[in-house]
């Protein structure tokens, strides 16, 4: 693998988190919670960017999609049932065991795939990479490997922590402090601001479209919000 968005720490990491990855309650906890709240926005900006019915319950039908970083399939589940033909990669050979395991037993034909970015060939329509980006070697590589695969009138969405003391605190000192994120999941040095994301995109020849808030309250839990500050979605396709 290319040594351009593969940190072989992070792959070990992760790979020790597969056997669980599908417990709600167990170490990817925190993924189940993010994931709903995703998927709302990906399926509105798939909804606005090629012009579909929101009320359709298969949007992505004839489309291929590529889910970047995939773990045991949280993303990549959804996408597939949302009419996708989708390729789903990831470094960790346990995390991509979990997943098509767990595909399997859901009746989902899905591609997993050992691999990262730029072992791929071909485009396609939308590309899906959340919370990838703080953990590779070069983040504007892995952007410029990114747009590569984007098919033309693609849809890139990406999710990241932010670069503020609120995140490190949110994410690090309390989720990972109190168990809610394994310890040494995050790297606070590894932060993008939604301002630096930007300039990585435009380096990338990408255009973003839209940046959305992923913020937390007791009362209403994870929720998509324009405060910016703990952790953010950004749509994009080519410039």
């Not at 988190?17 to 599908?22: E, R, S």
């Not at 590589?141 to 995140?167: C, E, H, V, Y």
Request: hydrophobic share 45%; charged share 25%.
């Amino acid at each position: 693998m290319a040594e351009t968005s593969i940190v072989q720490e992070e792959i070990e990491q992760f790979g020790k988190l597969a056997g669980d990855w599908w417990d709600p309650k167990g170490a990817s906890a925190m993924l189940h919670k993010l994931n709903p709240v995703r998927l709302a926005y990906i399926r509105d900006w798939i909804d606005q960017h090629w012009s579909l019915d929101e009320h359709s319950r298969r949007p992505l039908d004839g489309k291929s999609a590529l889910d970047v970083g995939c773990g045991a399939g949280l993303l990549a589940e959804p996408l597939a049932r949302l009419g996708a033909k989708v390729t789903a990669i990831d470094p960790a050979p346990e995390l991509i065991g979990a997943a098509r395991e767990h595909a399997a037993g859901q009746g989902l034909q899905i591609d997993y795939r050992v691999a990262a970015v730029e072992d791929l060939q071909g485009a396609f329509d939308l590309i899906t990479s959340m919370e990838v980006i703080e953990h590779t070697a070069d983040p504007q590589q892995f952007l410029i490997d990114l747009a590569k695969r984007l098919a033309p009138n693609g849809l890139l969405m990406m999710s990241t922590p932010n670069a503020t003391g609120w995140s490190k605190l949110i994410t690090i000192t309390l989720a990972e402090g109190f168990g809610a994120v394994p310890k040494g999941t995050h790297d606070f040095d590894k932060f993008i601001a939604p301002e630096r994301m930007k300039q990585l995109m435009a380096n990338a020849g990408l255009k973003c479209l839209d940046v959305e808030g992923l913020a937390f309250s007791p009362m209403r839990g994870l929720h998509l919000s324009e405060d910016l500050r703990l952790n953010y979605l950004v749509a994009a396709t080519h410039s």
